[in-house]
């Protein structure tokens, strides 16, 4: 599903990774943990091509993501990677619905189709009396489950998320962990973690620990 190779960043002098090997599983849940400027977030940038690595390759669904133009990457992104971020991320002058549509109607689908797989996924995730709800309106927990839908809305092969249940109290972020390995096993998703909460960092198939830039072994 995920194999990277040799994967080194720097931001001027500051190198960041120093050549990062890993390969995550179809349908596995990872975790990526490590200490605060460990290079974590770094890592899952490069990892769902929203950056670049100085050196090293990226291979995802068998497709060599290293050397695609910025066109044929952000259409890739698109169609196979969904994201999750800590603060949601939602457009706040847009529904609940409007807002996971958004992926769906950016890949050009038949806008209704889209917005009935959307209609799906959020009454899934105990949303279907919250659809046309703006975000301002939602609870943090809600809104931290309409990102989750908009994530899965073009079915990706891949989720990343990054701290998603940072701004969480414990009981949604309790719920929100235990939804991500429900909806791998019900879609069949992968998903990979970057998380300071230890429980959910427990609770995943493998934790990789990142340390000084590098793979902690």
């Known amino acids: 599903m995920i194999s990277a190779s040799g994967i080194k960043k720097r931001y001027g002098a500051l190198e960041v990774l120093k050549g990062i090997d890993l390969s995550i599983e179809q349908g596995e849940v ?37 050397n695609l133009s910025a066109t044929d990457l952000a259409a890739f992104r698109n169609e196979n990677i969904g994201f999750i971020f800590q603060f949601h991320q939602l457009l706040p002058e847009f529904t609940a619905i409007e807002n996971v549509c958004i992926p769906g109607l950016i890949a050009r689908r038949n806008q209704a189709e889209v917005r009935e797989r959307a209609t799906e996924l959020l009454k899934m995730l105990g949303l279907g009396d919250r659809i046309d ?44 962990h235990n939804l991500f390995f429900q909806l791998r096993d019900e879609l069949k998703q992968t998903f990979v973690i970057v998380t300071h909460n230890e429980i959910l960092a427990d609770m995943a198939d493998r934790k990789i620990r990142i340390h000084d830039g590098k793979v902690a072994t």
Do not use: C, M, W, Y
């Open 30 to 66: 990872v975790s990526i943990v490590g200490a605060s400027g460990a290079g974590k977030t770094t890592l899952l940038q490069i990892l769902g091509t929203l950056d670049s690595p100085d050196e090293g390759s990226l291979k995802l669904s068998e497709h060599e993501v290293s």
């Open 133 to 176: 709800h703006k975000p301002s309106a939602l609870s943090g927990g809600e809104q931290q489950r309409v990102a989750v839908a908009r994530s899965l809305i073009n079915n990706p092969a891949v989720v990343f998320a990054d701290e998603p249940s940072g701004n969480l109290d414990s009981k949604n972020a309790e719920e929100l």
